[in-house]
């Protein structure tokens, strides 16, 4: 399976900034997914990559506060601006390993503090 | 919707005991079914999936049957250590889809 490489693993911010995450992935890969986890929460999907056109995002993300970029089929990076304490969370990215019935590969994750 | 519902944690046990995380799902078709593994300041990993009916999916010494008459997907483990200390997510992605569903996750204690 895939193999990801997500940066910073961590970083405190303050409010009003914005933080950029990346992912490396070591084989071409067609779609991507950003998750956000809020403590003690489950993962929600906040939108889906693909190389060469806009992230589709789900309900309750917007691309003003989520840019994500794909530039290629092994990278892709997601903003979180005008950062408020509210965005304190782990930003995880996924590819899938082949069709989504064999699961998903995860990078380590982006553990985010908003002061 | 798809939907996944799985027990409330946190789950405490002692070493060696028998470990059951209960987990249910609602879909339309035939989903895949996962478990994924948190361990403390990590991401997630698969621990093991199942993709039809009656699949049992295995590894590490866990256990999980994908159940479609009682639309379950229940983790199970015979004799947990402290390293199995986690947070465990059941989650489905539908039929042909990429997009996967979690649960609220478990978060499991092993003691010494």
């Known amino acids: 399976s895939a193999v990801i490489s997500q940066k910073p693993s961590r970083d405190i911010c303050q409010r009003g900034t914005s933080l950029t995450i990346q992912c490396q992935v070591d084989s071409q890969v067609t779609m991507m997914f950003w998750y956000r986890q809020q403590p003690g929460q489950s993962l929600t999907l906040i939108a889906t990559a693909n190389q060469g056109s806009e992230a589709t995002y789900e309900s309750g993300f917007v691309i003003d506060k989520f840019p994500i970029s794909r530039p290629n089929l092994t990278f892709s990076t997601l903003t979180v601006s005008n950062m408020s304490p509210e965005d304190s969370s782990i930003y995880l990215c996924s590819v899938a390993s082949g069709q989504g019935s064999y699961g998903y590969t995860f990078g380590s994750g982006t553990r985010l503090t908003v002061v | 919707g798809d939907s996944v519902t799985q027990m409330e944690g946190p789950v405490t046990l002692s070493e060696e005991a028998f470990l059951t995380i209960n987990c249910t799902y609602t879909?339309?078709?035939?989903?895949?079914l996962f478990w994924y593994v948190q361990y403390p300041g990590e991401g997630l990993q698969l621990l093991l999936k199942?993709?039809?009916?009656?699949d049992k999916g295995s590894n590490k010494g866990f256990e999980a049957t994908y159940r479609k008459e009682t639309t379950s997907f229940h983790l199970e483990k015979g004799s947990v250590q402290v390293s199995d200390s986690a947070v465990y997510f059941c989650?489905?992605?539908?039929?042909?889809?990429?997009?996967?569903?979690f649960g609220a996750g478990t978060r499991l204690f092993v003691k010494a």
């Open positions: 199942a993709t039809k009916a009656d």
């Open positions: 879909a339309t078709g035939y989903p895949s």
């Open positions: 989650a489905l992605s539908s039929t042909g889809g990429f997009k996967t569903i």
